[in-house]
């Protein structure tokens, strides 16, 4: 893997979702903020923590349900896990899917960072089966692009609490930081 153009991809990422924050009529942002809005905060990126993972599908997909930041109880399917280490720590995340046809994973995690330097609530990663999985069927687990649910920027949104079965201990320093006004 070139690693200089995955660090470009991530960077150019980065600046069209801070230009869509502040410019597009969808963004989660207040209009108060975004006069002042100066871009999102990130760690650097670190090929550290992108991995390359079978997924271990549940052969029973068990329905589970997540309250949201509104107090509502969402359905998601339970879908598989990823098995992963971060320095000398073995790290499982469960994955989700809201529908069964669904091709997308939803990755919800919170790690030692939670609540400090990331999104108290937790932060997502959503997975593509056509651009996160590799031609041998790996997945492309990148917590570079772990990103802050709508919730984090305004009351407006309610977004699904993480699973403790999907808090990590150990701190993910990589994707989205805490949001404040610039």
């Excluded at 109880?73 to 995340?93: M, V």
């Excluded at 920027?153 to 989205?176: H, M, Q, T």
Aim: overall charge neutral; aromatic content about 16%.
């Amino acid at each position: 893997m070139d690693i200089a153009k995955w660090i470009d991809d991530i960077k150019f990422e980065r600046e069209e979702k801070d230009g869509f924050f502040k410019m597009h009529p969808q963004s989660p942002l207040p209009n108060e903020d975004r006069r002042k809005f100066r871009g999102l905060n990130y760690y650097p990126p670190d090929f550290d923590y992108r991995f390359e993972l079978k997924l271990r599908e549940h052969e029973q997909k068990k329905i589970v349900e997540i309250e949201d930041t509104q107090g509502n109880l969402r359905k998601f399917y339970r879908w598989g896990e990823f098995e992963f280490k971060i320095g000398d720590h073995n790290c499982k995340l469960q994955a989700y899917k809201s529908s069964p046809h669904e091709t997308r994973l939803f990755v919800p995690f919170r790690d030692a960072t939670s609540g400090k330097e990331t999104y108290g609530a937790g932060r997502y990663l959503d997975l593509d089966s056509g651009d996160h999985k590799t031609p041998h069927g790996y997945w492309i687990l990148d917590f570079n692009r772990a990103y802050n649910p709508w919730c984090a920027y305004s009351d407006r949104y309610a977004c699904p609490f993480v699973d403790p079965e999907n808090w990590l201990k150990v701190a993910i320093r990589a994707g989205e930081k805490n949001y404040s006004v610039n």
